[in-house]
Every structure is written in structure tokens, then in C-alpha cells.
């Protein structure tokens, strides 16, 4: 699974922490993050035959943040 940079992108998430890839992402005046991922061709198979899509958050044993998995780009930054 790869990072996708997109046009509305408008911040970079740990551009300057070495142990962190880069997260280019669309972050909009109520602190709503977007960020865009491409699935490799094996990758969308797998989902494709299992039906599942695990996510892995790393919380440092702070509060979850809501999470929300989208196949499309929302609405919120199309109207942008």
C-alpha cells in the first residue's frame, strides 16, 4: 500500500521525522484529515477474495481518534 499525494493535499504530516514517512493529506478548518492510499494490484485481490481491510493505529496509549475509511474522496474536499 502506497502514499498518494492528491491535489487538494495543503500539509505534510512528519515531512521532518526520519522515522515516519511523510504523510501528504488535506486538513480542513474543523481538523478533519484526509490522506489517500493505492492498494497494489495483490493487495486489491486479497480484499477483493477476503472482503477484509484491517487498520493498525498506533495511539502511544493516548485516546483513539474516530477513524473513518472511505473508497472515494468526500465530499468536503471535492467542494474545495
Not at 502514499?3 to 478533519?32: M, W
Not at 484526509?34 to 498506533?58: A, P
Amino acid at each position: 500500500m502506497n502514499i498518494v499525494k492528491f491535489k487538494e493535499c495543503n500539509c505534510i504530516f512528519a515531512e521532518d521525522q526520519s522515522e515516519y514517512l511523510p504523510l501528504p493529506a488535506h486538513r480542513s478548518a474543523d481538523g478533519t484529515v484526509t490522506s489517500c492510499w493505492k492498494l497494489s494490484f495483490w493487495e486489491r485481490i486479497r480484499i477483493l477474495f477476503s472482503g477484509c481491510l484491517f487498520v493498525q493505529t498506533l495511539t502511544f496509549r493516548h485516546p483513539l481518534q474516530p477513524l473513518k475509511l472511505l473508497v472515494g474522496k468526500p465530499d468536503e474536499i471535492k467542494e474545495n
